[in-house]
């Protein structure tokens, strides 16, 4: 799945849609994304967006589930945050509906996604859980997701010290690092 695919290509390109709309599943795969994210139970800071509960989202979720793998993508789910977060129950229908990867700060992560073989973890690590990469790559997170930067720094350019701190993750870890772009780069 998604650590296979990051594995064969440094450069994988994962879009995480602004919000949940069709139309932008479709312009994120012309684009050439390799994976597409959802979201679900979160109020997204970057985008300003609030998403809804799998119940709510399920409809939306099979329709871009139908897409990217017609098109041989991947499809993953940022399931809640530490307000709301999907059930067990939702997280299994979600593995049955096709989803990939869950990408969830761990913090967050409930140890049933350690569990869930068919869902990839992509566990996000954030300014305050960076410390705990190692413990993470020996706990079977399949993916790490270097979302670092603090919230009041988003959408500022990306500096050499920055790239200083991607680098000690990606030397730190055996697993694939996905580096989100909360910056301009």
Do not use: W
């Amino acid at each position: 799945m998604l650590a296979e695919v990051m594995n064969k290509n440094k450069f994988t390109l994962v879009v995480s849609l602004p919000k949940n709309d069709i139309e932008l599943v479709k312009e994120a795969l012309l684009g050439g994304a390799d994976a597409v994210k959802v979201h679900l139970n979160v109020h997204h800071f970057a985008s300003g967006v609030k998403y809804g509960s799998f119940a709510q989202e399920k409809e939306f979720l099979t329709e871009a589930y139908a897409l990217v793998k017609e098109q041989g993508k991947l499809l993953g789910v940022v399931p809640g945050d530490g307000g709301e977060y999907a059930s067990k129950e939702d997280i299994e229908a979600m593995g049955n509906l096709g989803v990939d990867f869950m990408s969830t700060y761990v913090e967050y992560a409930p140890l049933s996604l350690l569990k869930n073989k068919n869902i990839e973890l992509c566990g996000a690590i954030g300014p305050d859980t960076q410390s705990h990469l190692k413990e993470l790559c020996e706990i079977e997170t399949d993916i790490i997701e270097a979302s670092i930067m603090e919230q009041s720094d988003y959408r500022k350019d990306l500096s050499v010290f920055d790239l200083s701190k991607y680098k000690r993750i990606v030397a730190g870890s055996n697993k694939p690092v996905l580096v989100p772009t909360q910056k301009n780069i």
